[in-house]
């Protein structure tokens, strides 16, 4: 593996300046530069240069203001076979290592490589391309960085097994190198389901110190940013101790994790056609760690509409959505600007309500309402995909925004206002239906009492709630009214009462003969 793939390449740089870089630095060539858009390959003279050339120059060295990522150049036919482990503890016995390799499948080869550093080198090839991708340790997107994190694919028995012996090699490799300091345990876990891992007033996570012995803390929000959405829970304890409160922090995150894709298939089932993907709402990969979701539509996704408007377009709702007063700005935008891009990537109606403040849009602001002024209401308008991107997107802008603490999830109150003679199906008899919502979707569901019905004959039902399970609850509700409008259209009308009049039909001629 003399074959050098140097990343993260200006398109300024040529190869004139690669090689000015490695004369500098004192690492010899055999061959040319070949040098492509983003990246270019070179030929070292042996194995020993390519991988000083590694050490040197990858994460540490920059060129026209990028940092060079520097690493074996693999053809594609053995790219995802073969994988090189480094930094290696030379007191690691062989043993040890093979054990920890044949947990992700079989080991066709493995070699050590002859360097000039003091830890060991190791090339490995596994048998099946899935089994070499199960050990992934993102040194290109982390080159230079202190820490490096690694994500492991297993059963959660395996991903412990593994988390405890990664805890056991590093403790051991501190006590060789007299390195003093505490090493603790670090996961990184997606914002979403951080919320529910420390519970109401902290109790969950007090809870896990407390069992497992240990001392644990979560990166601030401020830390987050739209292109890492992810938390970094310390654990710091002894290995046994960190070992048990991986378990529970896994365990509840992964609870998250299923309840929301128990929701999100339910939505995909009820919206069907959307693309949940591309709302960047929801975590994929495995629990706590992947960024991103597979392309596939969720299991249960249906191709045309079944609830709303039957086979054509879904019909239209308004929801009143509640947030905090001091997110308007946030909102809205500079100019009105966030409004609109959020209209428009929606495809809905957005307005906030006016409550003595000057209007930075006319055209986006409602009348004033007799809400509490501590809240200000959106009115969102569009069918069900297009409530789901906007209010998906509002959540997380008030959470990106920091309008929540750390310690809270994003729970907001939701109205939709429903025909008066269909809100006792809503509640169900003795509260059944609503009881039975509030169970299926963990909101919180309420039709006040002694309502008085608006204007059109409407009263209001309030949902409270996290984001997907506001979502479920409101889907629910619309189905129940959606059956209710398919019965009030099956009745036969009343004996001298026609059809509505515009829906007559023409009058028939009497037949002369």
Known sequence: MNKLYIGNVS???????????????????????????????????????????????????????????????????????????????????????????????????????????????????????????????????????????????????????????????????????????????????????????????????????VDTETKITISPLQDLTLYNPERTITVKGSIEACSRAEEEVMKKIRESYENDVAAMNLQSNLIPGLNLNALGLFPGGAPGMGPSMANAPPPGAQAGYSSFGGQGQPESETVHLFIPALAVGAIIGKQGQHIKQLSRFAGASIKISADEVNVVDANQIAPPDSIDTKQRMVIIAGPPEAQFKAQGRIFGKLKEENFFGPKEEVKLEAHIKVPSFAAGRVIGKGGKTVNELQNLTSAEVVVPRDQTPDENDQVIVKITGHFYASQLAQRKIQEILSQVRRQQQSKPSPRGEGPPHGDRPPLARPSRK
């Not at 090189?84 to 050590?112: F, K, S």
């Not at 899935?130 to 820490?147: M, S």
């Not at 090699?169 to 951080?194: G, R, S, W, Y």
Request: charged fraction near 30%.
């Open 11 to 209: 398109e300024e740089a040529s190869a004139e300046d690669l090689e000015t870089i490695f004369e500098q630095w004192k690492i010899p060539h055999s061959g040319p530069f070949l040098v492509k858009t983003g990246y270019a390959f070179v030929d070292c003279p042996d194995e020993k240069v390519a991988m000083k050339a590694i050490d040197i120059l990858s994460g540490k060295v920059e060129l026209h203001g990028k940092l060079l990522e520097v690493e074996h150049s693999v053809p594609k036919r053995q790219r995802s076979c073969k994988l090189q482990i480094r930094n290696i503890p030379p007191h690691m016995q062989w043993e040890v290592l093979d054990g920890l390799l044949a947990q992700y499948g079989t080991v066709e080869i493995c070699e050590q490589v002859n360097t000039d550093t003091d830890t060991a080198v190791v090339n490995v090839r596994y048998a099946a391309k899935d089994q070499a991708r199960q050990i992934d340790i993102h040194r290109k997107e982390n080159a230079g960085a202190a820490e490096k994190p690694i994500t492991v694919h297993s059963t959660p028995e395996g991903c412990s097994s593994a988390c405890r012996t990664i805890m056991e090699i590093m403790q051991k490799e501190a006590l060789d190198t007299k390195f003093t300091e505490e090493i603790p345990l670090k996961i990184l876990a997606h914002n979403n389901f951080v919320g529910r891992l420390i519970g109401k007033e902290g109790r969950n996570l007090k809870k896990i110190e």
